[in-house]
Antibody
Framework: EVQLEESGGGLVQPGGSLRLSCAAS????????MSWVRQAPGKGLEWVSI???????YSAGSVKGRFTISRDNSKNTLYLQMDSLRTDDTAVYYC???????????WGQGTLVTVSS | QSALTQPRSVSGSPGQSVTISCTGT?????????VSWYQHHPGKAPKLIIY???KRPSGVPDRFSGSKSGNTASLTISGLQAEDEADYYC?????????FGGGTKLTVL
């Protein structure tokens, strides 16, 4: 059974950093595209970043240069390093299997990131 | 990277059918056959219900169907049930990134 479990969310001040983790089971994260998707309070879903099978990455313009997606194949875990956080980065962050031309066929339960002073 | 346009809300009675539209451009919805739909109950993980415009993942009832015409994709839910009450999001490939719709809240009366 495919499972994704996020962790690492919390309260951080503007300008601060946070690293989210997504532990995967039932498949290997290096075998397929993996993405982060977020949902700000009262807003819709927004795609954030993708890491491809070969390791290349791509991010939305709103986070480019501030967020970095990566993975640890030995731990079968996906990461999102978030730097220079802003108040409008406040959201529930989901890791999801898929992205690009592939549907998001499995999602984690999400982890809440709150950026506030 | 503008969001796809969905109605903010739709409603229907049990047993009825509802259709949710998702309008984009020729650079996303109209340009590719990679439109997907997600059901999201607040506080839970979103669930894939339609992919590649018309395909249903295993386990999704055939009450859910998808279609596309030009730059507009549609999700139709027939035989509405109380548990269908949720938020629904469309998503389209846009050539190196994906874009979501703003979401539609479905109320089952």
């Amino acid at each position: 059974e495919v499972q994704l479990e996020e962790s690492g969310g919390g309260l951080v001040q503007p300008g601060g950093s946070l690293r989210l983790s997504c532990a995967a089971s039932g498949f290997t994260v290096s075998s397929i595209y993996m993405s982060w998707v977020r949902q700000a309070p009262g807003k819709g879903l927004e795609w954030v970043s993708i890491i491809y099978r070969g390791g290349s990455t791509y991010s939305a313009g709103s986070v480019k240069g501030r967020f970095t997606i990566s993975r640890d194949n030995s731990k079968n875990t996906l990461y999102l390093q978030m730097d220079s956080l802003r108040t409008d980065d406040t959201a529930v962050y989901y890791c999801a299997r898929g992205g690009d031309s592939l549907p998001f066929d499995s999602w984690g339960q999400g982890t809440l990131v709150t950026v506030s002073s | 990277q503008s969001a796809l346009t969905q109605p903010r809300s739709v409603s229907g009675s049990p047993g009825q059918s509802v259709t949710i539209s998702c309008t984009g451009t020729s650079s996303d919805v109209g340009g590719y056959s990679y439109v997907s739909w997600y059901q999201h109950h607040p506080g839970k993980a979103p669930k894939l219900i339609i992919y590649d415009v018309t395909k249903r993942p295993s386990g999704v009832p055939d009450r859910f169907s998808g279609s596309k015409s030009g730059n507009t994709a549609s999700l139709t839910i027939s035989g509405l049930q109380a548990e269908d009450e949720a938020d629904y999001y469309c998503c389209s490939y846009a050539g190196s990134f994906v874009v979501f719709g703003g979401g539609t809240k479905l109320t089952v009366l």
